[in-house]
């Protein structure tokens, strides 16, 4: 089955850190440029970082960068987001998600949450 | 920095079509051509629907259309059914990625 599972989302403490993790199944990982995107309680997507195929491009919204850390291990069929200096507005729904070709995300995760408050 | 506004809400009738606009405030009108359209049920992953402005992923309904004018795209659902009641987002892809804050449809 072609899917994105996430993993690692967690109660953490302003300041603290994690690592998200998102298994691909079912499509050859390798190919794709991947992407997490998050949603906060109560408001919308905002995308939070890229990943070409090759890994020459990485892209970070500027709310996170400095803090976190996008990586993949084709072998393992995963791609990571490294999380520090976490902040309570960083509380959200986690996604990973997939982009082929076209400029779109076309396959996604159920997401996993992430909660920083002390 | 691009801004992409969409109403908060719209609602219809079962059988009816509704449209949701996506409206680009940025000086890079030139980007706005990667728009992309995402359905959200809470809890859900999040699902493509319309890409590259009017393109459809296999699978999705021909119910769902888009369209773009100007700086402003649009997404028209057709035949409303109840399991279309979700959120929706548009999304511009060209460079940096923006999403809209989301339109709430309410299928009445």
């Known amino acids: 089955e072609v899917q994105l599972v996430e993993s690692g989302g967690d109660l953490v403490k302003p300041g603290g850190s994690l690592r998200l993790s998102c298994a691909a199944s079912g499509f050859p990982f390798s190919s794709y440029h991947m992407n997490w995107v998050r949603q906060a309680p109560g408001k919308g997507l905002e995308w939070v970082s890229s990943i070409s195929n090759s890994r020459n491009y990485i892209n970070y919204a500027d709310s996170v960068k400095g803090r976190f850390t996008i990586s993949r291990d084709d072998a393992k069929n995963s791609l990571y987001l490294q999380m520090n200096s976490l902040r309570a507005e960083d509380t959200a729904i986690y996604y990973c998600?997939?982009?082929?070709?076209?400029?779109?995300?076309?396959?996604w995760g159920r997401g996993t949450l992430v909660t920083v408050s002390s | 920095q691009s801004a992409l506004t969409q109403p908060r809400s719209v609602s219809g009738s079962p059988g009816q079509s509704v449209s949701v606009s996506c409206t680009e405030t940025s000086s890079d009108v030139g980007g706005y051509s990667y728009v992309s359209w995402y359905q959200h049920h809470p809890g859900k992953a999040p699902k493509l629907m319309i890409y590259?402005?009017?393109k459809r992923p296999s699978g999705v309904p021909d119910r769902f259309s888009g369209s773009k004018s100007g700086n402003t795209a649009s997404l028209t659902i057709s035949g409303l059914q109840a399991e279309d009641e979700a959120d929706y987002y548009c999304?511009?892809?060209?460079?940096?990625?923006?999403f809209g804050g989301g339109t709430k449809l309410t299928v009445l």
């Open positions: 590259d402005v009017s």
């Open positions: 999304c511009s892809y060209a460079g940096s990625v923006v």
């Open positions: 998600a997939r982009v082929p070709g076209t400029r779109a995300f076309d396959l």
